[in-house]
C-alpha cells in the first residue's frame, strides 16, 4: 500500500473569505499559502512566518506548501541590485526552513502572473469559469495598450477581428477587460494602469527569451545550494498562459524548457510544480509523457483542466472533463510515485492541490479571489480524490 497524494487547498491568508474551517471540511489536510502582505522582495521574517503558522496549525491543519515567494522584477530584468534581492530570498528560505517549511513554490513570468482576459465566462450549465480570449487580449494589445511592434505580432485577420471586438464592447466592458488582465500578483488586489505596465516594458526592452532564461539560471545557481543545506525543494510554476503575450518573453512553457531548468543547475532542491492546466494550454504538451521525463523533479501537483478553444482561446474546464486527459495524467503520476518508493525516497506524498475551481452554487454569494471558490475547489478535489482511488486499485494494487 503506497501512500495517496497530499491533498492540499489554496488558502489566501487571514482576509481570504474562504476560512481554514471551510477547507477543514473539504478533506484537505495541507495549506497551501503566502505572506501576501509583505511586499515582493522583502523578507519573510520568523516571526510572521511563525504567526501565519500558528494559524494554520490552531485549525488542525498543515502549513504544506509556500505559494509564492515571488521573485523581484530586478532578478528577473537582471539589473545591477539583483544580488540584493537574491540575499534577501534566500533570508526568508532560511526562516521558512527553521519553521519546517521545506517546498516553496515561484514563477518566473515577468511583471504578470497568470493571466486571463475573462473573470466571469459563464457556462451552459450556469457556473462560472475563468477565460483567455486571443481575440480580447490581441484587442487590448493593439488598440489600447498600443505596444510598439504589437502589430507584427499578430496577422492582418486578427487584427481584424481584435477591431472588431473592441468596436463591439461597451466602454464598462473595456475598462473591465483592462483591469482583469493588468491585475497584479494574486493574493493581492493590485491593478496596474495601462502607464504603469508601458514602464515595465520599457524595462524589458533588452530582455528576449534567451536573456530571461540565463537570469533564471543566475537566480537558481545563487539559491539552489543554500536551499539544498536547508532542505528545501523549490519547485517552479509554468508560464500561464504558456506563450509570449504582450511582448514579454515566456521560458517555462515546454518538456524542453523545464528540461532545460533542472539540467542548469543539478540538484534534488531544483524541481518543479507540474501545473496541468498551465502546460495544458500549449496542445504540444503531453503532459502524461512529462511526468513519466520529469516526474523525479516534481514537488507539487495543480491539477485543473483547460478547454481549448480557437484561436489560441482556452477557458478553465471541469477537472476530469476538458481537453487534458486527467486519467492518463493521473495514472502517470501514481507511476512516479511507485518509481520514488523502489528508489527509497521519502517524499512520496506529492502534494496536490486542484486548482481554479469554477464559481457554482453558494460560490456566487462570496467574494473570493477569482477561480479561488470554495465548492467549486471541492468539487474538483472530490474528482481527482476518487479518480485517484480508482486507478490506485485498478492498477497498482
Same mark, same amino acid.
Given at each position: 500500500?503506497?501512500?495517496?497524494?497530499?491533498?492540499?487547498?489554496?488558502?489566501?491568508?487571514?482576509?481570504? !473569505?474562504? &476560512?481554514?474551517?471551510?477547507?477543514?471540511?473539504?478533506?484537505?489536510?495541507?495549506?497551501? &499559502?503566502?505572506?501576501?502582505?509583505?511586499?515582493?522582495?522583502?523578507?519573510?521574517?520568523?516571526?510572521?512566518?511563525?504567526?501565519?503558522?500558528?494559524?494554520?496549525?490552531?485549525?488542525? /491543519?498543515?502549513?504544506?506548501?509556500?505559494?509564492?515567494? #515571488?521573485?523581484?522584477?530586478?532578478?528577473?530584468?537582471?539589473?545591477?541590485?539583483?544580488?540584493?534581492?537574491?540575499?534577501?530570498?534566500?533570508?526568508?528560505?532560511?526562516?521558512?526552513?527553521?519553521?519546517?517549511?521545506?517546498?516553496?513554490?515561484? #514563477?518566473?513570468?515577468?511583471?504578470?502572473?497568470?493571466?486571463?482576459?475573462? @473573470?466571469?465566462?459563464?457556462?451552459?450549465?450556469?457556473?462560472?469559469?475563468?477565460?483567455?480570449?486571443?481575440?480580447?487580449?490581441?484587442?487590448?494589445?493593439? +488598440?489600447?495598450?498600443?505596444?510598439?511592434?504589437?502589430?507584427?505580432?499578430?496577422?492582418?485577420?486578427?487584427?481584424?477581428?481584435?477591431?472588431?471586438?473592441?468596436?463591439?464592447?461597451?466602454?464598462?466592458?473595456?475598462?473591465?477587460?483592462?483591469?482583469?488582465?493588468?491585475?497584479?500578483?494574486?493574493?493581492?488586489? !493590485?491593478?496596474?494602469?495601462?502607464?504603469? $505596465?508601458?514602464?515595465?516594458?520599457?524595462?524589458?526592452?533588452?530582455?528576449?527569451?534567451?536573456?530571461?532564461?540565463?537570469? @533564471?539560471?543566475? $537566480?537558481?545557481?545563487?539559491?539552489?545550494?543554500?536551499?539544498?543545506?536547508?532542505?528545501?525543494?523549490?519547485?517552479?510554476?509554468?508560464?500561464?498562459?504558456? +506563450?509570449?503575450?504582450?511582448?514579454?518573453?515566456?521560458?517555462?512553457?515546454?518538456?524542453?524548457? /523545464?528540461?532545460? @531548468?533542472?539540467?542548469?543547475?543539478?540538484?534534488?532542491?531544483?524541481?518543479?510544480?507540474?501545473?496541468?492546466?498551465?502546460?495544458?494550454?500549449?496542445?504540444?504538451?503531453?503532459?502524461?509523457?512529462?511526468?513519466?521525463?520529469?516526474?523525479?523533479?516534481?514537488?507539487?501537483?495543480?491539477?485543473?483542466?483547460?478547454?481549448?478553444?480557437?484561436?489560441?482561446?482556452?477557458?478553465?474546464?471541469?477537472? /476530469?472533463?476538458?481537453? &487534458?486527459?486527467? $486519467?492518463?495524467?493521473?495514472?502517470?503520476?501514481?507511476?512516479?510515485?511507485?518509481?520514488?518508493?523502489?528508489?527509497?525516497?521519502?517524499?512520496?506524498?506529492?502534494?496536490?492541490?486542484?486548482?481554479?475551481?469554477?464559481?457554482? /452554487?453558494?460560490? $456566487?454569494?462570496?467574494?473570493?479571489?477569482?477561480?479561488?471558490?470554495?465548492?467549486?475547489?471541492?468539487?474538483?478535489?472530490?474528482?481527482?480524490?476518487? @479518480? !485517484?482511488?480508482?486507478?490506485?486499485?485498478? +492498477?497498482? !494494487?
Amino acid at each position: 500500500m503506497i501512500a495517496n497524494l497530499e491533498q492540499t487547498f489554496r488558502w489566501f491568508g487571514p482576509a481570504d !473569505e474562504v &476560512t481554514l474551517n471551510d477547507i477543514k471540511q473539504t478533506g484537505a489536510t495541507g495549506i497551501v &499559502t503566502a505572506l501576501h502582505h509583505i511586499p515582493c522582495g522583502e523578507i519573510w521574517t520568523a516571526e510572521e512566518i511563525r504567526k501565519r503558522k500558528a494559524i494554520i496549525e490552531n485549525a488542525g /491543519l498543515k502549513w504544506s506548501v509556500v505559494e509564492s515567494v #515571488n521573485i523581484h522584477e530586478s532578478i528577473k530584468i537582471g539589473e545591477a541590485n539583483r544580488d540584493e534581492y537574491i540575499e534577501k530570498y534566500i533570508v526568508s528560505l532560511r526562516n521558512l526552513a527553521d519553521n519546517g517549511i521545506k517546498i516553496v513554490c515561484y #514563477n518566473f513570468m515577468p511583471v504578470l502572473d497568470w493571466t486571463r482576459t475573462h @473573470l466571469d465566462y459563464r457556462l451552459p450549465n450556469g457556473a462560472s469559469s475563468l477565460r483567455y480570449d486571443a481575440i480580447a487580449l490581441a484587442a487590448f494589445d493593439l +488598440f489600447i495598450l498600443e505596444r510598439e511592434g504589437a502589430k507584427a505580432d499578430f496577422s492582418p485577420a486578427i487584427q481584424q477581428k481584435a477591431l472588431a471586438y473592441l468596436e463591439n464592447i461597451s466602454l464598462e466592458e473595456k475598462n473591465l477587460l483592462c483591469n482583469t488582465i493588468m491585475a497584479g500578483l494574486p493574493g493581492t488586489d !493590485e491593478v496596474f494602469t495601462v502607464a504603469e $505596465f508601458r514602464g515595465y516594458l520599457e524595462r524589458y526592452a533588452d530582455v528576449d527569451a534567451n536573456k530571461l532564461k540565463q537570469n @533564471l539560471y543566475y $537566480f537558481l545557481r545563487a539559491i539552489i545550494p543554500e536551499a539544498e543545506k536547508m532542505g528545501i525543494k523549490m519547485c517552479i510554476h509554468p508560464d500561464d498562459p504558456p +506563450f509570449s503575450i504582450l511582448g514579454l518573453p515566456r521560458v517555462v512553457s515546454t518538456k524542453n524548457d /523545464l528540461l532545460d @531548468l533542472v539540467n542548469a543547475v543539478p540538484s534534488p532542491s531544483n524541481g518543479i510544480t507540474f501545473c496541468t492546466g498551465s502546460l495544458g494550454a500549449n496542445l504540444n504538451n503531453d503532459l502524461p509523457k512529462m511526468i513519466d521525463q520529469l516526474g523525479k523533479h516534481i514537488h507539487f501537483l495543480h491539477l485543473r483542466n483547460v478547454q481549448h478553444e480557437t484561436d489560441g482561446s482556452f477557458h478553465e474546464g471541469e477537472h /476530469l472533463s476538458a481537453s &487534458t486527459d486527467m $486519467f492518463a495524467v493521473m495514472k502517470a503520476v501514481i507511476r512516479e510515485q511507485y518509481r520514488r518508493l523502489k528508489d527509497g525516497r521519502k517524499d512520496v506524498a506529492i502534494p496536490m492541490r486542484p486548482d481554479h475551481g469554477h464559481k457554482i /452554487l453558494d460560490d $456566487f454569494n462570496r467574494n473570493t479571489y477569482p477561480g479561488y471558490s470554495i465548492i467549486g475547489r471541492l468539487k474538483g478535489l472530490a474528482e481527482l480524490r476518487g @479518480l !485517484e482511488m480508482g486507478i490506485r486499485r485498478m +492498477f497498482f !494494487e
